[in-house]
């Protein structure tokens, strides 16, 4: 089944506390991007990604970063998380940049 | 700057009421633009892709349309399984999924 996956699906951790989020595709997909997703602000991009070894930085990358090693999986890393990051992340991925994304299932990040 | 501004905020629906969402966009040189549907707690789900003004597409109760500055999402004859946060987003010029800050639907049986 094509899909976008990511783990954990719930994380609850303390401020100052490294941790990655995975998420990896099994679709061939050269663009894989991460989202945050929060009441009232909506869906925003963090990082993206246009092929392996090769990312950018989105809407709001401060406190994140990433890589891209592999084709198909691009993990998310907080290395000092903080309370305002408390959101619920999105990973996403398509054939190439400007074409239909497609979803995985989210992670629910609280930072304490 | 690409723009996004879905209407209404909430919409709630007897069953077998059937009616329209809005998306209006500004954005430099569409290249596509996306509906989502979003369950809670959930990642988006993919429903359309439209390319260009007067472009229609449809899948069982939805229909969705494009103009050069807006796009709707027909919902017709709605169930209750229909229920969800109905996303509207394009990608432009820069190559960036923008999106809006979506509809909640509510139907009711």
């Given at each position: 089944?094509?899909?976008?996956?990511q783990?954990?699906?719930?994380?609850?951790t303390?401020t100052?506390?490294k941790?990655?989020v995975t998420?990896?595709q099994?679709?061939?997909?050269e663009?894989?991007?991460?989202y945050r997703q929060?009441p009232?602000?909506?869906?925003?991009?963090?990082?993206y990604?246009?092929n392996v070894?090769?990312t950018?930085?989105?809407?709001v990358?401060e406190?994140?970063k990433v890589?891209r090693?592999?084709k198909?999986?691009?993990?998310?890393?907080?290395?000092?998380?903080s309370?305002n990051?408390?959101?619920l992340y999105f990973?996403a991925s398509?054939?190439s940049?400007?074409?239909?994304?497609?979803?995985?299932?989210?992670?629910?990040?609280?930072?304490? | 700057?690409?723009?996004?501004t879905?209407?209404?905020?909430a919409?709630?629906?007897q069953?077998?009421?059937?009616?329209?969402l809005?998306?209006?966009?500004?954005?430099?040189?569409?290249?596509?633009?996306?509906w989502?549907r979003q369950d809670p707690?959930?990642?988006?789900?993919?429903?359309?892709t439209?390319?260009?003004?007067?472009?229609e597409?449809?899948?069982?109760?939805?229909?969705a349309?494009?103009t050069?500055?807006?796009?709707?999402?027909?919902?017709?004859?709605?169930?209750?399984e229909?229920?969800?946060?109905?996303?509207?987003?394009?990608?432009?010029g820069?190559?960036k999924?923008?999106f809006?800050q979506?509809?909640?639907?509510?139907?009711?049986p």
């Open positions: 089944e094509a899909q976008v996956t783990n954990p699906r719930y994380l609850i303390v100052g506390k941790l990655t998420c990896s099994n679709m061939n997909h663009y894989m991007s991460w929060d009232g602000l909506g869906l925003r991009q963090i990082y990604s246009m070894e090769v950018d930085k989105g809407d990358p406190g994140y890589s090693k592999e198909r999986n691009f993990p998310l890393i907080l290395e000092s998380p309370p990051q408390t959101s990973c398509s054939l940049s400007g074409v239909t994304q497609y979803f995985g299932p989210g992670t629910r990040l609280t930072v304490l | 700057e690409d723009q996004v879905q209407s209404p905020e919409l709630r629906l069953e077998g009421e059937s009616s329209s809005n998306c209006s966009y500004t954005v430099s040189g569409l290249r596509g633009l996306f989502y707690g959930k990642g988006p789900e993919f429903l359309f439209l390319y260009s003004a007067g472009e597409k449809e899948k069982e109760r939805l229909k349309t494009l050069k500055k807006e796009s709707f999402l027909h919902i017709t004859a709605p169930k209750p229909d229920s969800a946060t109905y996303l509207c987003a394009v990608i432009g820069a190559q999924l923008v809006g979506g509809t909640r639907l509510t139907i009711n």
